[in-house]
């Protein structure tokens, strides 16, 4: 093998060792008393102990922020889909005036920071009564995740033939009966490619969700961030244990949809 060959095979090696060290250290330390965590450094446990993990799922509260966090990142992908799909197929199948600029811009908005709607959104919420739930944290989301998923679905749905369409009308299809038994079918890639998007933004983002909530839909972000404020270098074994928690269904997400990505995004096409 010569060196040239060599360096392509080993840099990316190096490169996923480089990013699998911060989460193997959180894996560490999970399982470190305080005692080690705080007097000595080792690439693993020198004692090892379960007492982090005990304390977390003994701990109502911890436990709550972990099913809060699942049921708004559901709540958000069901909300963004059902906004997303007919909102991609308009953009896919008619044209009307400004139609490209519009699309264009309605992906701008998804590069707006959290920050900047946080408090409108807060003052909004207070008016209607809802600060502190699910639905608010979803709907939040979804300020950022319909944009994305209408772009990723419109590239799906402009790869389905428009011969389908009206051959659907020609057999006396309705537009609703060949929305749902034909087109939806046909993009199911795109739609889990979507959900995935969705799902990861909507699980990882903490600004918004920690504005919003107070004490009954904390999500499992939020109790990290105030564990780590409030607590800091005294609790690290704790804040660990609850940060590979939080990143489990992350990965497990990743890996049963792995194969459905690779068609999905082989599926897809970038919009002109």
């Keep these: 093998m010569s060196v040239p060959s060599r360096i392509k095979t080993y840099i990316p090696i190096i490169y996923m060792i480089f990013l699998m060290l911060p989460l193997y250290a959180i894996l560490m330390t999970s399982f470190k008393t305080e005692f080690e965590i705080k007097n000595q450094i080792t690439p693993f446990p020198m004692l090892g102990t379960m007492a982090n993990y005990e304390t977390i799922f003994s701990d109502i509260q911890a436990i709550g922020a972990l099913f809060n966090t699942i049921i ?82 419109e590239g799906f749905i402009a790869s389905v033939p428009r011969e389908l369409d009206e051959t659907a009308y020609v057999d006396g299809y309705s537009q609703t009966r060949f929305f749902f038994q034909i087109l939806v079918p046909a993009i199911l890639p795109g739609i889990g490619v979507t959900a995935f998007f969705c799902f990861i933004f909507s699980w990882v983002e903490i600004l918004l969700a920690n504005w919003i909530t107070t004490i009954d839909a904390v999500p499992i972000g939020s109790i990290i961030l105030r564990a780590g404020t409030s607590l800091g270098l005294n609790s690290l074994g704790w804040i660990s244990a609850m940060a590979v928690i939080a990143t489990v269904p992350g990965v497990l997400m990743i890996y049963f949809v792995r194969n459905h990505l690779a068609k999905g995004f082989s599926m897809g096409q970038v919009r002109e």
């Design 72 to 153: 708004y990142v559901i709540v958000n992908n069901i909300f963004t889909l059902l906004v997303a799909i007919p909102a991609a197929y308009a953009f896919s199948r008619y044209s009307f005036l400004g139609d490209k600029h519009f699309f264009f811009w309605f992906l701008v908005s998804r590069m707006t920071p959290p920050a900047a709607v946080a408090i409108p959104l807060v003052q909004m919420y207070s008016a209607i009564g809802i600060v502190d739930t699910h639905l608010a944290v979803a709907l939040a989301h979804c300020l950022f995740t319909v944009p994305i998923a209408v772009w990723i679905l």
